[in-house]
């Protein structure tokens, strides 16, 4: 489902060249439930960029589904992740101006999917992630964990095969953390494939697979959390 091929990302900084992925290779099958760790600053958002497209290798290839990233133009990929990637951030990221329904609304009308029968699907959505009575609210009348919540909604408008995280429950209660982390669990047993990065080991500990990034490498069958990571 997800290939990285010899990837590398250097960025130029003042400081000169930072290279922040040295040559890393991560495949994950459909239907997988894969983990990110990894000290901050290790490269882990850089990693999933990749994935998403919303950045590009400096070198290497990135193939998602039957498409192959790296040779996609900038808005090519946009179109592509609209439809196909769903993506959750720390910060939630919903538009502040838009209420909790058009939020969910927007990437069905950005890739103009679903014509005709938008609000009834958007309602499913929210009534799935238990945000039923809220569909008419703005982001900041909601809790954090709705919001994020609001936020996975949209992220499933498409239903996009790919999900993933960067540190979707960093910002967030214990208990709207364990609401979160058990959506994802529904979604794979329902096929999604999913990549979490998360600085929370524990929920860590729940994912059948954990990959580390350390200095801009990924380490597969590491030790994590006294488990042996098998691949
Ligand atoms: N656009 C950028 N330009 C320059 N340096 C960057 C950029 N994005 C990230 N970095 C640097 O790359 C390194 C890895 O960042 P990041 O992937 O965000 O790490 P993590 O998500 O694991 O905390 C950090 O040193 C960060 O400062
Ligand atoms: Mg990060």
Do not use: C
Not at 197 to 219: F, K, M, N, S
Request: aromatic share 6%; no cysteine; hydrophobic share 40%.
């Amino acid at each position: 489902m997800i290939k990285l091929e010899n990837v590398r990302k250097v960025y130029q900084t003042k400081g000169g060249p930072l290279e922040v992925l040295n040559g890393v290779d991560v495949e994950v099958d459909k239907g997988e439930f894969v983990a990110i760790v990894g000290p901050s600053g290790s490269g882990k958002s850089t990693l999933i960029n990749m994935i998403t497209g919303i950045d590009r290798p400096t070198s290497g290839e990135v193939y998602v589904g039957d498409k192959r990233l790296t040779n996609l133009s900038e808005n090519a990929v946009a179109k592509w992740r609209g439809k196909n990637v769903g993506v959750v951030f720390q910060f939630f990221q919903l538009l502040p101006t838009l209420t909790v329904i058009e939020n969910v609304l927007m990437p069905m009308n950005y890739a103009n999917t679903y014509t005709g029968q938008r609000r009834e699907r958007a309602m499913e959505l929210l009534d799935m992630v238990g945000l039923y009575d809220v569909a008419n609210k703005y982001p900041s009348q909601i809790s954090g964990g709705q919001q994020q919540r609001a936020a996975i909604a949209r992220a499933l408008a498409n239903d996009p095969e790919v999900i993933v995280g960067d540190e979707p429950t960093g910002n967030l209660d214990i208990i709207s953390a364990a609401l979160m982390f058990e959506l994802f669990e529904e979604l794979v047993e329902n096929g999604k494939t999913i990549v979490l990065v998360t600085h929370d080991r524990e929920l860590a500990g729940q994912v059948p697979r954990v990959i580390e990034v350390r200095d801009g490498y990924v380490l597969n069958g590491t030790e994590v959390d006294n488990r042996l990571v098998t691949r």
